[in-house]
């Protein structure tokens, strides 16, 4: 029978690995730091009383006893290659082609992975137990780093859960958070010595120092995202790995998407890349997976790389400078944005004055404040944000920056988002924000309004012209001769511009609305599918969440639009105006499931169609619009100057159709 302590060290084990596991893997801690503290400590003084008891899986052990003599190398029983990479969305699209090919066309479920900047490792754990831990190295062989990843707050010791394999080697980052770097220069600053540049630098010095006890003091971080060698796992997809890591207690990589055909993961790049300002870690890209094992076992690797995998980065800038002032300015939706006024600075080729702060949860979380030296990052398209305060160039204490409780414009009392981080101002009359509507309304990516441009926007809004977007299409000659700036021969070309703006069609339309949610790929999805306004309409949030790509979070978001005090008279006036509110010519069809389970593909130049009209005129039939041919494919619709495509669908027999014959298989 086991003895008293023996039982009360093991039920302490267990419960510091319960908290451990929903503190970092969860993220739903149920005990304060304080109290934990107290189990761990209560767990070493019955260790020290029992020294015959402690085992190397303890959760006391993560800090060595004493430095090793040097790193050893280790072979990889599965090497760890490399993974190709493109900062070429066109580049990008050329790879699912070929992936697509590789596979026969058969459909691909893409997974989108943030590609963390830290340090590659290998975590080997043996009937739960974890045994080893190697660096990348050369792919082939890898440094002995296990007295390092013992510890890693996040890497478990033991593995927790059921039916865990006998032999699981698990791929994954290290990593320092942008916090804990504040924190660590901090105590440099402290100690009379030099702060760490980056994350990535302390990460990567640290996990192959040889003293384990000082690599414990940089508090190293694991997210986990592939497999190495193992027996018996279980899962089919990544998705479910990904899953039966958390059941383990192993740390994932979070915000992980899986989704059904490129472009939509493609899109979710982009939306990625433009919310890089809520992590506290460096991310240096976006990894794209095939989901299933199956396609990635018979897709296969060349020698340097996996074929079932990109990385699709941009270029990052990073610069120091100071923050002077935090002002904030309204949005379209209301969202009230703090914006920083820099210290003009290099970065990227251009001087940068100005850095968004996002929303108030995020200079609270960053502690930033007027008067600090800030590290001001760019990385794509985005406009520069504030990764992280140098606090120990914080000679003495500064204030910390009051957000409003009215809006600076209306002085509406400003509301935040029930269980969200956006505080904003909830008055649809706000001068501001009809501004900003406006502006958006007549973009080239909206309803592409010709010669309306930021500086005439303001008149129109400032002299009471336009209150809304209807005001638009009733603007007259006299008024607009009348502005400053506007002669006849602009104000007419305008009109004329409006005027045209009425064919838009519906995608255009509810891109341009400023629905919460919406953006050009969700409207063009929704229009494909719907055709039209009223059918649009007709369809509850329960209907329009079975959509492809849409999901109950954007559905409930257009329907509360489309029924609201403000969307629906919004969109009745539009209408009674002569705005088209069908798509293009297929508005007024009832779609139907003719094309149901067929595959189509799309090649050469057509009269009467865009690559993208008849694309969402396949879909909104059933059928699936397909980049390459193979003998899966059902159709090739060919217009002129059709070529390999073409050439490649009569070699394998697939039938070919023309335009008219492509628009007689719709109606039979």
């Known amino acids: 029978m086991p003895s008293k302590p023996a039982e009360e ?17 969860e993220a739903a801690p149920e005990i304060t730091d304080l109290e934990y503290d107290r189990l761990l400590t209560e767990l070493k003084q019955l260790e020290a009383a029992h020294p015959e ?17 040097g790193l050893k190398q280790v072979e990889h029983r599965v090497p760890m290659l490399s993974i190709d990479n493109t900062y070429s969305l066109d580049e990008l699209r050329q790879y699912a082609a070929r992936a697509e090919k590789l596979l026969g066309g058969e459909p691909i479920e893409w997974v989108v992975e943030l590609k963390i900047d830290g340090v590659a490792v290998s975590l080997l754990y043996e009937r739960g137990v974890l045994v080893r831990g190697l660096t990348r190295g050369n792919g082939r062989v890898g440094d002995d780093i296990t007295h390092n990843v013992r510890t ?30 504040v924190a660590l220069n901090e105590r440099q600053r402290a100690k009379g010595l030099e702060p760490y540049a980056n994350t990535r630098n302390v990460t990567a010095g640290s996990i192959r120092l040889l003293d384990p006890r000082i690599c414990a003091e940089r508090r190293l971080r694991l997210f986990c995202h592939g497999v190495g060698y193992v027996e018996g796992l279980r899962a089919a997809t990544h998705m479910e790995f990904l899953d039966e890591l958390r059941g383990y207690g192993l740390p994932p990589t979070p915000r992980v998407e899986c989704f059904g055909s490129f472009e939509a993961a493609v899109e979710h790049c982009e939306q990625l890349i433009g919310e890089l300002h809520e992590l506290d870690f460096e991310i240096d890209g976006l990894v794209l997976k095939v989901n299933r094992f199956d396609q990635r076992e018979r897709m296969g690797s060349t020698t340097k790389s996996p074929r079932w995998v990109i990385a699709y980065k941009f270029e990052k800038y990073e610069a120091t400078t100071r923050l002077n002032a935090i002002r904030v300015q309204v949005g379209k939706t209301g969202a009230i944005t703090p914006v920083a006024d820099l210290e003009p600075v290099e970065l990227a080729g251009t001087t940068v004055s100005r850095a968004s702060l996002h929303n108030a949860d995020e200079i609270e979380r960053k502690d930033v404040r007027p008067g600090d030296v800030v590290v001001v990052e760019k990385a794509g398209k985005i406009i520069p944000h504030i990764v992280r305060v140098e606090k120990h160039l914080r000679q003495h204490e500064l204030p910390r920056f ?5 809006c600076p414009e209306c002085g509406h009392r400003l509301a935040k988002d029930e269980g969200g981080v956006y505080i904003r101002c909830p008055n649809p009359l706000c001068p501001a924000q009809l501004k900003e509507r406006i502006r958006f309304f007549a973009g080239r990516n909206a309803m ?3 010669g309306l441009g930021d500086k005439l926007v303001e008149q129109l809004v400032t002299q009471g012209l336009v209150g809304g977007y209807g005001d638009l299409y009733r603007l007259t000659l006299d008024q607009l001769i009348g502005l400053e700036r506007m002669g006849k021969k602009s104000a007419e070309n305008l009109l004329a511009g409006i005027e045209a703006s009425k064919t838009r069609g519906l995608a255009r339309l509810l891109a341009a609305l400023s629905i919460r949610h919406v953006g050009t790929r969700v409207a063009s999805v929704l229009a494909g599918h719907f055709g039209s306004i009223d059918r649009l309409l007709a369809a509850d949030a329960a209907e329009l969440s079975q959509v492809n790509e849409i999901g109950p979070i954007i559905a409930q978001s257009v329907y509360d639009y489309l029924h609201g005090d403000f969307g629906r008279p919004t969109i009745d006036e539009l209408g009674e105006l002569g705005v088209a509110m069908s798509d293009d010519r297929a508005a007024d069809e009832e779609a139907s499931n003719v094309l149901a389970g067929k595959t189509l593909v799309v090649t050469g130049t057509l009269k009467r169609y865009s690559r993208e009209e008849i694309e969402q005129l396949i879909t909104r039939h059933g059928g699936r619009a397909a980049s390459s041919v193979s003998k899966n494919t059902d159709y ?16 394998l027999g697939v039938a070919v159709l023309t335009e008219d014959q492509f628009e007689n298989l719709l109606v039979q």
């Open 402 to 406: 009051a957000f409003p409780t009215e």
């Open 636 to 651: 090739v619709v060919a217009g002129e100057k059709a070529g390999s495509k073409l050439e490649k669908a009569q070699k």
């Open 53 to 69: 008891l402690i085992t190397p899986d303890s959760p006391t052990q993560r800090v060595g006893d004493a430095p090793v003599e």
């Open 152 to 181: 890693v707050v996040d890497v478990p010791l033991r593995l927790s859960g059921d039916s865990i394999p006998p032999v699981l080697e698990v791929r994954g980052e290290i990593y320092m958070t942008n916090s804990d770097l």
């Open 9 to 25: 060290i093991a039920q302490l084990r267990e419960t510091i690995r319960r908290h451990d596991r929903k503190y970092y893997v």
């Open 448 to 450: 592409d309004i010709e």
